[in-house]
Every structure is written in C-alpha cells, then in structure tokens.
C-alpha cells in the first residue's frame, strides 16, 4: 500500500533550488533527468518508506538518495510521509555562493 506524500513549503522551496542549480550549471535535459529521479524516489518512499537510513541529526528523518550529489529528507507517519526539503551534498542553497 503506498502512503500519501505531503511537501512541506520548504520542500517545495528546496525542490526549485536544486533544479534551478542544476538547470543553470548543467542544462535543461539534467534538471529534467534529475526531476525523473525524484518522482521515482518519491514513488518508492511512498511504497517502501523505511527503505532509507535514518539521519544523523534527528531519528525520525530519513534521508532518501536521489543521486550521488542530491538528497531528500523526509519523516515517515502512520498513512503518509512529509518530504522536508531536498539539497545538494556540500552546498547551501539559500545563498547565492553556488
């Protein structure tokens, strides 16, 4: 059974972020790729949401894989998963210093 997917609004912030920075550093076809491998992701969490590991500043944060540079971060209730934000492994997106 698959659980309902919520995005918080810094969810849905990050997600832009991080396809924008792909789409300006790497083009429209990655950035495309890359919101293929996160509907993907997305789709498995929902059927599997224990399927990755817990963080490692809060227990009930999972941080699911979307590629080798992004991540989501997402928390597991009862009948549904809230995805919390995405980011790109050493960088911070809420400054311009990409």
């Not at 989501?72 to 492994?89: A, M, N, P």
């Amino acid at each position: 059974m698959s659980l309902q997917v919520f995005y918080t609004p810094q969810a849905k912030e990050t997600l832009a972020l991080v396809y924008d920075f792909i789409n300006t550093n790497f083009g429209f076809k990655i950035a495309e790729k890359f919101l293929l491998k996160t509907e993907h992701t997305i789709n498995l969490i929902a059927l599997h949401p224990l399927m990755f590991k817990p963080s490692t500043f809060e227990k009930d944060v999972r941080v699911g894989l979307i590629s080798k540079q992004t991540s989501l971060f997402y928390r597991t209730h009862e009948k549904s998963i809230q995805l919390l934000f995405f980011g790109i492994i050493g960088k911070n997106l809420f400054t311009n210093n990409f």
